[in-house]
């Protein structure tokens, strides 16, 4: 079913009994079809966090968390994020005997509609630590030109250095929209890179040349991982993108060459 046919942009009524069934699942594979030859396209992991997570005990009294939800980047569907959010919307007024059921429940659910294992874990809504970003912040760099949409084109090596580096960059500049209701999404995106030096001044451009596509958030980590992988040959790659809230949730896939370099989740002022 095309994601046109989702509850993404449309009026919804949100459910108060238990509804697994609004998951909407979209496959990564038409996506993917023009660089699935990139093999860090499936190594790594999309997290999410759910800020608006609530059920009820045995005895009926509401529960809340914050999740960190873990789905691999190798399961051949993503969830679309609306109906996530009805989901656990969905969960609100359902008893469960205690917090492990929830979260097997929960598990299953989204296992199935992703047809890979999906992984919750929950926190106490006052013990998610917010993180500071690690490495060197490029956005107060000129770069090379400024376009509106993603030109893999404007990445380019250092022509005056030609040394090997083991690099990490970021930018809070990213901006991308929602391929079904053009609702703006910002996000922080980190770029760790291991090979001849990269003209930092490029990468920014390309960052910022995302400010009018539309894209899910994975699709847009996707696209920049395999547009450096391929027009920059590192010998190792990895991108990883920490999307700002909205409805309650944040997606923050992540994209690597070797799975060493996997880093730990994080989340940031601005979620």
Not at 90 to 119: G, M, P
Not at 248 to 261: A, K, T, Y
Request: with cysteine.
């Amino acid at each position: 079913m095309a994601v046109e046919h989702s509850l993404l942009g449309k009026d919804t009524n949100y459910p108060t009994e238990y509804q697994p069934d609004i998951l909407f699942p979209i496959s990564r594979s038409e996506a993917r079809e023009k660089y699935a030859h990139v093999d860090g396209i499936y190594n790594g992991k999309d997290w999410w966090h759910i800020f608006e997570i609530s059920w009820l005990n045995a005895y009926g009294v509401p529960q809340v968390a914050i999740g960190r939800m873990t789905l691999p980047a190798s399961s051949p569907k993503l969830i679309e994020s609306k109906s996530l959010k009805l989901y656990f919307n969905s969960l609100n007024f359902t008893k469960f005997e205690n917090t492990q059921k929830f979260i097997q429940t929960v598990e299953q659910d989204l296992s199935k509609a992703a047809q890979a294992n999906v992984n919750l874990s929950l926190y106490q809504v006052d013990n998610l630590a917010i993180n500071q970003p690690q490495g060197m912040c490029i956005d107060d760099l000129e770069p090379t030109r400024l376009e509106n949409h993603p030109n893999a084109n404007l990445l380019e090596l250092d022509k005056n250095n030609d040394e090997d580096v083991d690099v990490q960059l970021y930018s809070h500049l990213l901006r991308s929209n929602c391929p079904v209701t053009g609702q703006p999404d910002w996000g922080t995106v980190f770029i760790r890179y291991q090979g001849k030096k990269p003209c930092y001044r490029s990468i920014l451009a390309y960052i910022i040349s995302y400010r009018q596509h539309n894209g899910f958030h994975e699709q847009c980590v996707e696209q920049m991982f395999a547009d450096i992988w391929q027009n920059l040959k590192p010998e190792k790659l990895m991108v990883y993108a920490t999307y700002t809230r909205r409805g309650g949730l944040d997606i923050n896939p992540c994209r690597v060459s070797d799975e060493s370099w996997m880093p730990e989740p994080i989340r940031l002022a601005r979620q």
